[in-house]
């Protein structure tokens, strides 16, 4: 099987209502560096290497060919952006240092990938123009820190580095974002992206099952490489779970949520071009074996809502309902003892939590309730505006605020929440509108995915800071690039193909029906 998909749209000719000519863009394409650029990189690399050989020959060959490695990637940006998007989602909840000591590998390769797509190749790949939701994602990424250090100067607390790396953080989603808009900005350019995020998560799933039912080895390494320390905290739960190659099984959870709504969207409109249905049928049936491993409710009942979501955005809504109440049977029926003994520790009481017998509700989301009320919102009297910064109050001794917007609102307030919320709003807004004149089956699956999320993000994050944590956030960005190249690849050359779609069809939502037949000239 091949990650390339066949390159079937010529170049465009030049015509002047839609603004020059764009030169079709390949995976392998060479962007010379500069002489500059290859000078600083060299002698960047001689310093690090002979720093290395005093230490230990072998990590001084190991950098040496990653310098190599490198070079050859910096001048193919578009195969660099390809294992950039591909990498950091499954790489982000790797234990910082692993294998590069003080950093993630996931920041150091988002931030390699920026440079060279966004900075040295941004003449070759200039991406699409700036837009509103570009404008939202930007003040979302950057408030974090606008806010923190307003909140630092407002409660007089210093910034430590650890609350510099939080409120940096999610500057790193906004260059992935803008990446995968820079550099995949033709539609077989993005049938590969979306074949190449699908097929990463195949280890990611069996490594969750092995986790789960394989020999201890698997537990071991997963806390190995992640350095997650949530097997051994009190308090966190009873039963066993899956976390895969993240340090809690929310964050896998989130990541194969991303995987699921997709893949479960091109199998609605019928896609072929990014991977046939049978190996679709296999990454979603190993994504829903670990997601129930995973025992996360909060992600199940959001991907259910998500498929409903993309059954009626894609006219399939009976058929999804049909699927769904099979499934749930199939699933309930092969794992009921797993699913029965999470049901029955909702009624256990930890070294942390007291299950308590006057509360109807279960004790997972009793205990947040208990954390709310009686830490966090008392905490926050005062500072509902702008948040506390990235550090926890006073009074609060519970570390992990169990919310999404909690989470938010700590960071930077209500008007935090707003900003985070206008972003959203605008994701969703612009896959309903790529959705409406999209000429192909994995397009229109593209921004139907987009839109579901967009539903299913503000019910998941009531439990969960998903939109902050490591799994959801990176292949959500990445997904969100994709689309906003697709909006300006549209801008920029189909306005003749668009205005002859709204005038012959009337309802475009409903012409999708028929997409997948669509000549691709």
């Known amino acids: 099987m091949t990650l390339v998909a066949p390159d079937t749209a010529p170049d465009r000719a030049h015509d002047p209502t839609t603004g020059p000519p764009v030169r079709e863009r390949h995976l392998l394409d060479v962007v010379p560096l500069s002489t500059a650029a290859v000078v600083v990189s060299g002698i960047g690399v001689l310093v690090v290497v002979s720093a290395l050989v005093s230490r230990s020959l072998v990590l001084a060959v190991l950098a040496a060919a990653a310098a190599a490695l490198a070079l050859f990637l910096a001048q193919r940006p578009v195969l660099l952006a390809l294992v950039a998007i591909t990498l950091v989602p499954v790489t982000s909840g790797l234990r910082r240092d692993l294998p590069i000591p003080g950093y993630r590998l996931s920041e150091v390769l988002t931030v390699v990938t920026s440079i060279v797509v966004l900075g040295l190749c941004a003449r070759a790949l200039p991406g699409p123009r700036w837009r509103a939701w570009d404008f939202a994602a930007l003040a979302y990424c950057t408030g974090a820190a606008a806010f923190g250090v307003l909140d630092a100067l407002l409660h007089q607390v210093p910034i430590t580095s650890a609350d510099a790396r939080v409120i940096l953080g999610p500057v790193q989603f906004l260059l992935l974002y803008r990446v995968a808009a820079a550099a995949f900005g033709t539609e077989h350019l993005r049938v590969i992206a979306m074949r190449s995020v699908i097929l990463a998560s195949l280890p990611v799933s069996i490594f969750a099952a092995l986790q789960q039912v394989g020999p201890p080895v698997f537990q071991d390494l ?102 769904l109440v099979g499934a749930t049977f199939v699933t309930l029926v092969a794992f009921f003892p797993l699913v029965s003994e999470r049901i029955a520790a909702q009624s256990t009481s930890t070294p942390t939590v007291t299950a308590s017998g006057d509360s109807f509700l279960p004790q997972t989301i009793q205990y947040r309730l208990d954390i709310w009320t009686e830490q966090y919102l008392p905490a926050l009297h005062g500072s509902w505006l702008n948040g506390y910064g990235p550090a926890d109050p006073p009074g609060v001794f519970w570390q992990h605020t169990e919310s999404g917007y909690l989470t938010l609102i700590l960071r930077g307030g209500l008007a935090y929440v707003a900003v985070a919320g206008l972003l959203v709003y605008l994701s969703w807004r612009s896959g309903r509108v790529r959705l409406q004149v999209a000429r192909t089956a994995s397009e229109a699956a593209l921004a139907a995915t987009v839109m579901a999320l967009a539903v299913v993000l503000v019910i998941i994050n009531l439990t969960f800071p998903y939109l902050v944590d490591s799994g959801l956030p990176q292949p959500m960005w990445v997904l969100w690039g994709l689309l906003a190249a697709a909006i300006g690849e549209g801008a920029r050359g189909s306005a003749p193909r668009r205005a002859t779609l709204r005038g012959d069809e009337p309802d475009a939502v409903g012409h999708l029906v028929n997409l997948g037949t669509v000549d691709h000239a």
């Open 222 to 323: 997963a806390v190995s490489i992640t350095g997650t320390g949530v097997f051994n905290t009190p308090g966190y739960d009873p039963v066993r779970r899956a976390t895969s190659v993240f340090p809690i099984w929310h964050a896998l959870a989130g990541y194969l949520l991303i995987v699921c709504l997709l893949v479960v969207a091109l199998l609605l409109r019928r896609d072929r071009r990014v991977l046939p249905p049978i190996v679709l049928g296999v990454v979603l049936a190993a994504a829903l074996i670990a997601l129930v491993y995973s025992l996360t409710a909060t992600i199940v009942a959001g991907l259910l809502i998500g498929v409903v979501v993309l059954g009626a955005i894609l006219r399939r809504f009976v058929l999804v309902v049909t699927a």
